[in-house]
């Protein structure tokens, strides 16, 4: 049997944390800021914790 691949997509976007949990950065940061407002920008900065009914599908995008 080969090797499971690890989805490149999601080995990009997603980082298990020391307690094992996923981290996840915020999205709608990258262009057109000027309409958003400072406090917008600035809590979309923040790492986020990926939700409890989409870690199953990560860790398998992960082979974790």
């Not at 997603?14 to 407002?37: D, E, Y």
Request: net charge positive; glycine share 6%.
């Amino acid at each position: 049997m080969p090797k499971v691949k690890t989805k490149s997509g999601a080995k990009k976007r997603f980082k298990l944390t020391a307690s094992g949990k996923i981290k996840r950065k915020h999205a709608f940061k990258s262009h057109i800021l000027t309409k958003k407002s400072t406090k917008r920008k600035r809590n979309l900065t923040h790492i986020g914790q990926v939700d409890k009914s989409d870690v199953g599908r990560i860790k398998d995008m992960l082979n974790i």
